[in-house]
């Protein structure tokens, strides 16, 4: 039997309320404490709710979101809940197939008095949102209500997580376990990674790790009982192999169709570890598929990246290997959780 919420997210939710943040923005975005002279570097600043993001600042109408819309000189005109079609165009009056996707508010407004000017004198359009369901994020993985979500209200990662029903956990031996790999859970921000450490987050109560969620925003909760390998880069057929107590590098490579004619095989790039901190290892495939060389022992949720170029310290493509690692579980999870279209219906 799973139980739905974590104490960790628990805990956090009593430290927010018991204890709310003092620092000061400076002092947050800074790393230091009141009064010190000697800041320190901080990972990310602590979520100010009093501030906007960007997105905020600027909100703009997408395809779902439902708008009233009147004349104010001719009330009976008014159309309640129109709602913004797939295409992100509406209809009023004359203004027909109006696109209105990317415009705010006002900008919608002008639109509509442009597009009816030549029917109605001085026409002055009143228009007020009534829902907004077009701006979402996505939360999967480890969570027991995975899907897309709207993003309605200012909303933390703790509060995303447990909308969809928190960190799951399950019994064992009748004790509680936790089924989340925090160490491989990920946030994905316009195609890229933030750099967020769950397990501060959650094992320590690390507050500054708890961002507000955007528009689009993807959230991967990884799965710790998942035996897996992560082959990726020039393979035949990048992707998970299972691991197993035996598992090597060249016995992951071939499990996924070997080397392409591309692969740089002198380095292969081992990554092991927290996403956040991850271990690297050099693997010359070349001399051990020459005999040279005893073949590399890989541990479950190893990342093995095969490069396409010569490279010379890990450093250089260890954000490659990661993003390849990221897109890769993106893509995974996607297809196996709500197949190849969002067809997963949002859950308010």
């Known amino acids: 039997m799973k139980r739905i919420f974590s104490w960790q997210i628990t805990a956090c939710f009593l430290a927010l309320a018991l204890f709310p943040p003092c620092l000061s923005a400076t002092e947050a975005l800074a790393g230091s404490s009141p009064g010190s002279n000697s800041p320190t570097k901080a990972a990310l600043p602590a979520v100010a709710r009093h501030q906007r993001a960007s997105w905020q600042n600027r909100l703009t109408l997408g395809p779902g979101d439902v708008l009233n819309i009147s004349l104010f000189e001719m009330p009976d005109t008014a159309q309640r809940e129109l709602p913004v079609g797939p295409d992100g165009r509406i209809t009023f009056l004359q203004a027909r197939d109006l ?28 228009v007020t949102p009534a829902v907004f369901h077009s701006k979402k994020y996505l939360v999967l993985g480890a969570v027991p209500n995975s899907g897309v979500y709207v993003l309605d209200r200012p909303t933390t990662l703790i509060e995303a997580l447990a909308r969809a029903g928190g960190l799951e956990t399950g ?9 989340a790999d925090l160490a491989h859970s990920f946030l994905v921000r316009n195609g890229t990674r933030l750099s967020l450490d ?27 009982s998942a035996n897996e390998i992560y082959v990726l880069g020039e393979v035949n057929g990048p992707g998970v192999a299972t691991f197993l107590p035996r598992s090597t590098v060249i016995g992951v490579i071939s499990a996924r169709g070997g080397f392409t004619t591309r692969a740089f095989k002198s380095r292969v790039l081992v990554a092991r570890g927290s996403l956040h901190q991850l271990q690297t290892f050099v693997v010359d495939t070349g001399a051990i598929l020459a005999g040279k060389q005893q073949d590399f022992k890989l541990q479950s949720k190893d990342i093995v990246y095969v490069s ?18 990221i897109q890769g579980m993106v893509v995974g999870t996607v297809g196996r959780k709500i197949g190849p279209y969002f067809t997963t219906p949002v859950i308010p």
């Open 198 to 224: 769950f397990e501060k987050l959650f094992q320590r109560g690390d507050l500054t790790q708890n961002v507000a969620m955007e528009p689009d925003d993807y959230l991967y909760i990884a799965l710790a």
């Open 171 to 179: 019994v064992y031996n009748q004790n509680t376990v936790e089924l």
């Open 99 to 126: 696109m209105v996707a990317g415009l705010t508010i006002d900008e919608l407004r002008s639109k509509l008095d442009e597009a009816l000017g030549p029917y109605y004198q001085n026409p002055r359009s009143i």
């Open 308 to 325: 396409q170029s010569p490279w010379v310290r890990a450093e250089e493509i260890l954000d490659t290997a990661t993003s390849a690692f």
